[in-house]
């Protein structure tokens, strides 16, 4: 069965600094792989998705992120974090039948000046 | 393309009420989703809808919920005789298509209080 963890249920950054936001999965299969945001109060965001086609995957807000299949790992960056960065960020997997989503516990990253 | 809308935002009920909730897709999408996100947790999938068919159901989290999409279109989530242990934000989502590798796009969700 496919599941995803999330490394870190809180990750604090500078203004300007380096973002890195941890996902590892299991998959019995060539997985599909999305990073989604949530806003106070608000519905998921994608910022981005694996599908196979490339291993480095550009996402909106200048996220990215790189799967590794030898790590199992999903990982998001952002090379500069700005203020309007805060929110809560989820790893999700497709499940194998492609209909539910299977998220992580999510990270809350906070930026301050 | 309006995005997936739910109403109410908010919904504040007493213990042992009953809850309705809608749900109204991207208009072109075919699959239509609900989950539902506890304080802390990611969202956890509910249900989904095939056009008007429930295709999966099993992981309602009880029979006190249930779901419909009688057209197709809009979908409704209702909650019997409610529980202090219901209160969580209820979330939409719907896609174009079954294919795993297409995003599911969410609405902002119904949080809902049970007192």
């Known amino acids: 069965a496919q599941s995803v963890t999330q490394l870190g249920s809180h990750v604090s950054v500078s203004e300007g600094a380096l973002v890195l936001l941890r996902c590892n999965y299991s998959s019995s299969v060539p997985p599909y792989l999305f990073w989604y945001v949530q806003y106070p109060n608000q519905g998921l965001q994608l910022l981005l998705k694996?599908?196979?086609?490339?291993?480095l995957v550009k996402g909106i807000n200048g996220f990215e992120a790189e799967f590794k299949k030898s790590e199992t790992s999903f990982h998001l960056t952002k090379p500069s974090a700005h203020m309007s960065d805060a929110a809560e960020y989820f790893c999700a997997v497709s499940d194998m039948a492609g209909t539910a989503l299977i998220f992580g516990k999510g990270t809350t990253l906070s930026v301050s000046s | 393309d309006t995005g997936v809308s739910q109403d109410p935002r908010h919904k504040i009920t007493k213990r042992g009420q009953n809850v309705t909730f809608r749900c109204d897709p991207i208009?072109?999408?075919?699959?239509l989703y609900w989950y539902r996100q506890t304080l802390g947790q990611g969202p956890e999938f509910l249900t989904y809808?095939?056009?008007?068919?429930?295709?999966?159901k099993s992981r309602l989290l009880s029979d006190r919920f249930s779901a419909e999409r009688p057209k197709g279109s809009f979908s409704t989530l209702e909650i019997q005789r409610t529980e202090q242990g219901d209160s969580a934000m209820y979330l939409c989502?719907?896609?174009?298509?079954?294919?795993?590798?297409?995003?599911?796009?969410f609405g902002p969700g119904t949080r809902l209080t049970v007192t």
């Open positions: 989502a719907s896609s174009p298509s079954g294919r795993a590798e297409y995003e599911q796009y």
């Open positions: 809808f095939q056009n008007e068919a429930q295709l999966e």
């Open positions: 208009s072109e999408h075919n699959r």
């Open positions: 694996y599908t196979s086609a490339a291993t």
